[in-house]
């Protein structure tokens, strides 16, 4: 597809500039387009519901830094209270305050985590967590769902293999095959393949990591069977329940997707808000397995800027304001009438679109299917979502420049915001149309 003529001045010149010595141009690769096509916009400035790019072009922003972004940006409260460390010092490389009072309001909102560790990346956060797992369990494979995103440690870079074979293989270059072998890749949403597996394996089974609502092939939501299964075989042979949270952790309600399900997992990976913008991620769980990581155990983990007081001020800023205000119920609706109007305009233009949804989470697939596996979710028409976004984008929309990605609200995206919004959807569903 040819992408539409770009009035991004400013952007196509830092891009070139960008490429010159940044890698495609950009620090993290689903920002260069490749999947829309086109010049990544860059970014001058953010605010509220608004990222304003460097031609002086605003958008209404869905992507919110890919999640971290649920209080909009720049809140007032969060850019004071990061004002007020960094006249303190950017970094100490020993303990402060506001690691311990971050960890506390973690494990008030998510009880299943007495202790936590906090780190720089979601990566750092779910490659530690299977290493804890390993060590806890004495069992080295481990269980990831087809579609989930867990951060590009070697172990969680793995696809499923093909034919009857439950193995995994690479799913980028550089990560030994041997390596890959053990982590076993199942279907998102199937309990039966969990069951036979668990059957054949369990007793082999150090972990199963699963993002509860998954986010990186898109929004699919689990099955209540699904969660159930995944819940008892985990319990029955042993192995660890991993909730990988970094997305939905203070996203889809104040205790996380494991509030919402009423689920207990052994382990959790947090990351995104509960850093409010600036690096960080987290893991933790029941005392007598977190205790097992140095210094109290045999398991190392370490970080030269993990529990950055930057990073630990903006997110205690961001809980306090979550835990006081629980706008979970707002986002929740002003979501769904979004997601409804979105389908309803759509289904006016005979457009195949699912939107699936959770709290303020949504993702519109161009599908004539209901989207409830990995498998539905590849069958999206890509084109017609780069056309949809495309069309957006030229009207001040920023949609995740990728069919297969979580698109996120904000407390900052005002009923008046979001009719503005609207009326660009439509216009993007007529162009949507067209490339159909
Ligand atoms: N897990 C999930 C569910 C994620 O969505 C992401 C990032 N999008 C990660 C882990 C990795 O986090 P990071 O990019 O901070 O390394």
Known sequence: MTPPVLKARKSESWFQRACQHLVGGVNSP?????????????????????????????????????????????????????????????????????EV????????????MDKIRFTSSGTEATMSAIRLARAGTNRERIVK???????????????????ATTFGVPSSAGVPESLARNTWVLPYNDADALEDLFIKQGPNVAAVIIEPICGNMGVVPPTPRFLRTLERLTREHGALLVFDEVMTGFRVGWSGAQGLFDMSPDLTCLGKIIGGGLPVGAFGGRREIM??????????????????????????????????????????????????FIKRAAAK???????????????????????????????????VYAAFFHALLERGVYMPP???????????????????????????????????
């Not at 205790?291 to 800023?317: C, E, F, K, W």
């Not at 119920?329 to 997601?339: G, Q, S, V």
Request: hydrophobic content about 40%; overall charge negative.
């Open 145 to 163: 769902f087809e579609g989930g995103y867990h951060g590009h440690s070697d172990g969680l870079l793995v696809a499923a293999g093909s034919g």
């Open 349 to 383: 233009r005979r457009i195949p679109v699912h939107v699936n949804q959770v709290g303020s989470m949504f993702t519109v697939f161009f599908n004539e299917h209901p989207v409830k596996s990995y498998l539905t979710a590849v069958q999206s028409h890509t084109k």
């Open 30 to 98: 689903v920002r260069a387009f490749g999947a829309v096509g086109g010049t990544p916009r860059f970014i001058e400035k953010a605010i509220g519901p608004y990222l304003i790019d460097v031609d002086g072009k605003r958008y209404i922003d869905f992507v919110g830094s890919w999640g971290p972004m649920i209080l909009g940006h720049n809140h007032p409260e969060v850019i004071r209270a990061v004002k007020l460390a960094l006249e303190k010092g950017l970094s100490f490389g020993a303990p402060s305050p506001a």
């Open 101 to 112: 009072e971050l960890a506390e309001l973690v494990s008030e909102a998510l009880p299943s």
């Open 291 to 340: 205790d097992r990581i140095a210094p109290l155990g045999p398991v190392y983990q370490a970080g030269t800027l993990s529990g950055n007081p930057l990073a630990m001020s903006a997110g205690l800023a961001t809980l306090k304001i979550l835990k006081s205000k629980q706008p979970y119920a707002a986002l929740e609706k002003a979501t769904h009438d979004l997601a409804g």
């Open 402 to 436: 990728s069919q297969y990605e979580a698109a996120f609200l904000s407390t900052a995206h005002t009923p008046e915001v979001l009719d503005e919004a609207k009326s660009a959807f439509e216009a993007a569903l007529e162009a949507a149309e067209k490339a159909a």
